[in-house]
């Protein structure tokens, strides 16, 4: 501004000046509540977004308590890349100090993508519970394969009542950092962490569970007991055949806080949190744009052995996923053949391989040649390595298949649409004309249906049957079209007062600055006892303290007998 101006002298006002302006706007506001401006902008967005979806709950002093909202782009982004769920909280977001909950997930390029966010008024159980069925309702009741989750109970909790046929997996970060602060020990540490990364079967890890306990004499450890109990949301063994899209922490959920908590602040009223983060959110959303137009325009440097499958492996998968692919080629050059193929009568065949310099770490692979597909060209693969039911992508172990059967492009029945550079192509949903309002289409609909209905009317109102008949279908229709209309103004956050004097209350503001009042001091119970620093003893200090005054009494006794005896012994 100075330099447009031509000086600070030119300017007419201060720095101090504007900051006063612009904060006088911020709380300058048109709505009777902060809470009716927060959903009077998310009805614009429903005005714009015909998928946009709203759901919020008031208390019983008519104050906004838990509001959850995702626009349409998050309702095709769950469609294709819905499998895996990831869900935290985080705090500082607002003035209410109300926790606000993001639903996390992975796209295509192994980037992360926001399904939907929540303000709630609390952590409990019911909370959760409300969140999770109004998420499940707002994404047409399609169920998460996994959940991955920091261990809250809570959240746990409504997991279970809300998905239970969902996959329910602890963050390995938090587990570590839990781990660390148990056991204190980093030979303990380090064989925990094997039990929990390592990709064995489940007599694998019981055993190895079992020597760590004997070999540390951990059996009266009550947090090593309650892990135990918990062992199948945690530890890798009880994940190999369930799909996680290779991801084992909540990182992506607090990567996504981080960002979501660099537009907002502690300090923010509603009306002005909402907006903030739907702009992060589209600076988010040209990230994956970026990515899906350096995927397509750009073409992979061949670097392994197998250059027809790296090949068509770089036309198929995004660039992130061909890195996964990448490394397998690379490593099957470490797997080798304990034998040729085991041939059976059905016709698939059998290969076990071991890894380099580890012969006793052997896998096999059943091979079908083109069992139950249109074509031989199409073969079936199942490795005992369970990487492809987890990953989703294909095995070291299947690329020595394919390369000792002579297969050049890999096989149709490996190839996951979830990770392929076409995913949103079959899960776009049509918009209506971007230059056609929402009131025109009424008007429109209204003008054709009343044309349709006119002819109608007048053949029944020839005769008194007709009248009658057509009298009741129209009560009966108009019921249905009432539903459905309500309906459609619930998914697309319609969200008006229940009537024209009530008004949506905004929550109670959390006080920032000063010390919290305290009602009665005087018979509020201290929160540490007071201990005496001479006689360590509860209850006094070292100025009421007894033992001092008994010990300080004997001294001073005795130095008057000295000085007493010492006086005597002067005498003639």
């Known amino acids: 501004m100075v330099e447009q101006a031509g000086g600070y002298k030119t300017v007419g006002f201060t720095e101090k000046d504007l900051y006063n302006k612009l904060d006088q706007q911020r709380r300058t506001t048109s709505f009777e509540s902060d809470s009716e401006g927060g959903l009077a902008y998310m009805n614009a967005l429903a005005a714009q977004d015909p998928y946009f979806y709203c759901r919020f709950n008031v208390d019983i002093e008519d104050r906004l308590a838990n509001m959850f909202w995702r626009d349409g782009h998050a309702f095709v982004d769950f469609m294709c890349y819905g499998d895996v769920l990831i869900f935290d909280s985080t705090y500082k977001t607002n003035v209410y100090k109300k926790p606000l909950v993001l639903f996390v997930g992975s796209n295509n390029h192994r980037g992360s993508i926001l399904f939907g966010a929540a303000l709630l008024v609390d952590e409990t159980v019911e909370t959760y519970t409300w969140l999770l069925r109004s998420f499940l309702d707002a994404m047409n009741g399609k169920m998460p394969i996994a959940v991955l989750t920091d261990g809250d109970e809570a959240m746990c909790s409504a997991i279970e009542v809300v998905m239970p046929q969902a996959k329910h997996s602890l963050c390995a970060w938090h587990l570590s950092r839990n781990a660390n602060t148990n056991l204190k020990c980093d030979k303990k ?107 397509m325009n750009s073409t992979p440097v061949l670097k392994t052995h197998l250059k027809d499958l790296e090949n068509h492996a770089a036309s198929i998968y995004t660039y992130d996923v061909f890195k996964w692919v990448r490394k397998e080629i690379r490593k099957e050059s470490q797997a080798t053949l304990r034998q040729g193929p085991e041939y059976f009568e059905d016709g698939h065949r059998v290969y076990t391989m071991s890894a380099y310099k580890r012969p006793d770490f052997e896998h096999k692979v059943v091979y079908y040649h083109g ?92 005769t008194e049957a007709g009248y009658n008949m057509l009298k ?79 010990k300080e009494a004997e001294k001073r006794g005795g130095k008057e007998a000295e000085k007493t005896g010492g006086e005597g012994s002067n005498t003639p």
């Open 371 to 462: 069992k139950n597909t249109e074509s031989a060209a199409d073969p079936i693969m199942v490795c005992s390595c369970n990487m492809f039911q987890y990953r989703a992508v294909p095995c070291r172990h299947m690329f020595t298949v394919m390369k000792h059967e002579h297969i050049n492009e890999i096989p149709k029945s490996l190839i996951v649409k979830r990770w392929s550079k076409s995913t949103r192509d079959v899960c776009s949903i049509k918009y209506p004309e971007q230059d056609i309002s929402k009131e025109a289409l009424e008007v429109s609909r209204y003008g054709d249906v009343s044309v349709d209905c006119n002819r109608m009317c007048f053949y029944a109102s020839k």
């Open 189 to 295: 540490l380090k064989a925990f962490n094997r039990c929990m990364r390592k990709f064995q079967t489940v007599e694998q890890f019981e055993v190895m569970w079992h020597d760590m306990v004997e070999k540390f004499d951990l059996h009266n450890s009550f947090w090593i007991n309650m892990m135990y109990e918990k062992r199948d949301k945690w530890a890798q063994a009880f994940f190999r055949n369930h799909f996680m899209a290779g991801m084992r922490s909540t990182q992506r959920c607090e990567g996504m806080n981080r960002f979501i908590k660099d537009s907002i602040g502690s300090g923010m009223k509603l009306v002005e949190v909402v907006p903030r983060m739907d702009r992060a959110l589209m600076r988010l959303r040209n990230n994956q744009v970026r990515d899906d137009f350096n995927t």
């Open 472 to 550: 009741r279908e129209i009560n009966r229709l108009t019921a249905i079209m009432e539903g459905l209309s309500r309906d459609c103004e619930q998914v697309q956050s319609i969200a008006t007062p229940k009537s024209k004097g009530c008004v949506l209350r905004d929550p109670i503001t959390a006080k920032t600055k000063g010390r919290e009042a305290k009602s009665d001091k005087k018979y509020e119970p201290s929160k540490r006892p007071i201990t005496c620093s001479y006689c360590k003893g509860l209850g006094h200090n070292t100025q009421t303290c007894e033992d001092r005054k008994e």
